[in-house]
């Protein structure tokens, strides 16, 4: 078996052209899940209850809903990967294909339903009528 | 060259081996623990977080049932059992996952400390969980 071509092993992105994209993404989100991860955790432990009215007031303050779309685009980024890890190690065929698919309608759907919901109660004024 | 024992018809070739030829060991379990914990969260924990935040931005109506689902139904059975499971599989992936980046360093490979660090990861994930929900249920 070769090395390939000079110019391929200059360009480092082997047989698959993907480089170690997937594995380095993969690393820097789970770097950023790490504090944002064990932020959300403290600041869910520290409210005062889980009610409606004291959870909307939390998610409404930049201070929880910036965190929050940063914990959703790396969060869901990094289990996107991961999952697609998990398809390609256990679906083979025409089914893996189908079964990728689904993981993008699945991650990117979430994303959209999750970022939509804070920017939402974010953006809000409570006690003014809205639509 | 196409020998006889290179066609497509010869005799299957050795696969790369797989978990029912090793024995179980610290190394094994985490490695399983961190992709069973990290797809649970991506699958099971997903629903539940969108579910919560879309809850939240839907108005009280919309986040009523989410409360008696996870909170108020069977004094609250189903969200222990969803809170405790998803804090357990976070804590048990952040050990694991910072295991792997020592690994990814070429750090810990020696089998007495790779053995250690797999162990610490299940008691680091066992007693930070004991610790969170202590402090959720009793010190609040």
């Given at each position: 078996?070769?090395n390939?071509?000079?110019?391929?092993?200059?360009?480092?992105?082997?047989?698959?052209?993907?480089?170690?994209?997937?594995?380095?993404?993969?690393?820097?989100?789970?770097?950023?899940?790490?504090?944002?991860?064990?932020?959300?955790?403290?600041?869910?432990?520290?409210?005062?209850?889980?009610?409606?009215?004291?959870?909307?007031?939390?998610?409404?303050?930049?201070?929880?809903?910036?965190?929050?779309?940063?914990?959703?685009?790396?969060?869901?980024?990094?289990?996107?990967?991961?999952?697609?890890?998990?398809?390609?190690?256990?679906?083979?065929?025409?089914?893996?294909?189908?079964?990728?698919?689904?993981?993008?309608?699945?991650?990117?759907?979430?994303?959209?339903?999750?970022?939509?919901?804070?920017?939402?109660?974010?953006?809000?004024?409570?006690?003014?009528?809205?639509g | 060259?196409?020998?006889?024992?290179?066609?497509?018809?010869?005799?299957?070739?050795?696969?790369?081996?797989?978990?029912?030829?090793?024995?179980?060991?610290?190394?094994?379990?985490?490695?399983i623990?961190?992709?069973?914990?990290?797809?649970?969260?991506?699958?099971?924990?997903?629903?539940?977080?969108?579910?919560?935040?879309?809850?939240?931005?839907?108005g009280?109506?919309?986040?009523?049932?989410?409360?008696?689902?996870?909170m108020?139904?069977?004094?609250?059975?189903?969200?222990?059992?969803?809170?405790?499971?998803?804090?357990?599989?976070?804590?048990?992936?952040?050990?694991?996952?910072?295991?792997?980046?020592?690994?990814?360093?070429?750090?810990?490979?020696?089998?007495?400390?790779?053995?250690?660090?797999?162990?610490?990861?299940?008691?680091?994930?066992?007693?930070?969980?004991?610790?969170?929900?202590?402090?959720?249920?009793?010190?609040?």
């Amino acid at each position: 078996m070769g090395n390939g071509t000079e110019l391929g092993r200059v360009r480092g992105l082997g047989s698959a052209k993907e480089g170690t994209h997937h594995w380095w993404s993969q690393r820097l989100t789970a770097a950023a899940n790490l504090f944002l991860m064990v932020w959300f955790f403290i600041a869910i432990a520290r409210l005062p209850a889980y009610d409606y009215e004291t959870v909307r007031a939390w998610l409404s303050s930049p201070w929880a809903a910036i965190p929050m779309l940063l914990l959703i685009a790396s969060v869901f980024y990094h289990f996107r990967l991961g999952l697609q890890v998990l398809i390609e190690d256990y679906v083979h065929g025409a089914a893996r294909v189908m079964w990728l698919l689904a993981l993008n309608f699945f991650s990117v759907g979430s994303a959209a339903i999750a970022i939509f919901a804070i920017l939402r109660v974010a953006f809000t004024v409570t006690g003014v009528p809205h639509g | 060259m196409a020998s006889p024992s290179r066609t497509p018809t010869a005799r299957a070739r050795p696969l790369s081996p797989h978990l029912s030829v090793w024995k179980p060991g610290p190394a094994m379990i985490v490695s399983i623990l961190h992709r069973i914990t990290g797809d649970g969260m991506a699958t099971v924990g997903t629903v539940v977080l969108v579910w919560w935040l879309a809850a939240i931005s839907g108005g009280p109506a919309s986040y009523a049932p989410f409360h008696y689902v996870f909170m108020a139904l069977w004094g609250g059975a189903i969200g222990y059992l969803f809170g405790i499971g998803l804090t357990l599989s976070f804590f048990q992936h952040l050990a694991t996952g910072i295991r792997h980046f020592f690994l990814d360093v070429g750090a810990n490979y020696d089998l007495k400390g790779n053995r250690a660090g797999s162990i610490a990861t299940m008691v680091f994930s066992v007693v930070a969980t004991a610790a969170f929900w202590a402090y959720l249920t009793m010190v609040k």
